[in-house]
């Protein structure tokens, strides 16, 4: 939860106020979604598995979108892994039973050289998704919180919140 602040203006002093906190709540919201994409990339490249360190690599900002609505602040980042692999290694596979050979119209699961000639175990599950969106997820209030404490301060507000 944001939280909210109590504000109290006077005739005198609302545009020149007005001005000055649109641009700081402007320049605070782009600092804040800045600084939670680039967390988030890397609480992502910090949860995959590291073999070659090519889906690490692959862990990038692809987009920040957002939009300042008459009483809110929509933003969209988006984190993505360019390398195909990336959903089985989070989400996991099934064993596959053996190769499917069309010629001979089945499958091979043993094969005199080889016990598991075709056969695949699976990949388990990581689940990683899950754990990181709640890191994400914590740390973006946070962030807020102190986006909102900031810009509050340029109006000579008080900023209550969770």
């Avoid at 600092?31 to 992502?44: C, G, M, R, V």
């Avoid at 499958?107 to 016990?115: E, Q, W, Y």
């Avoid at 699976?122 to 754990?131: F, P």
């Amino acid at each position: 939860m944001p939280g909210f602040f109590v504000l109290k203006v006077t005739p005198s002093n609302f545009a020149s106020r007005f001005t000055k906190v649109r641009n700081s709540y402007n320049s605070k919201s782009r600092e804040a979604i800045d600084s939670i994409a680039e967390y988030a990339k890397l609480t992502w490249q910090l949860a995959v598995p590291v073999k070659t360190g090519k889906l690490r690599n692959s862990i990038q900002v692809k987009s920040k979108k957002t939009t300042l609505g008459v009483t809110d602040l929509r933003s969209e980042i988006i984190i993505a892994s360019s390398v195909p692999y990336f959903d089985y290694i989070d989400r996991g596979t099934k064993e596959s039973p053996g190769r499917y050979v069309p010629v001979l119209g089945k499958r091979l699961t043993n094969f005199p050289d080889s016990a598991d000639f075709g056969f695949h175990p699976g990949i388990v599950a990581r689940n990683i998704t899950d754990g990181v969106q709640r890191k994400i997820e914590k740390e973006t209030g946070i962030r807020l919180n102190k986006m909102l404490r900031s810009w509050a301060s340029v109006w000579g507000a008080e900023f209550s919140g969770a």
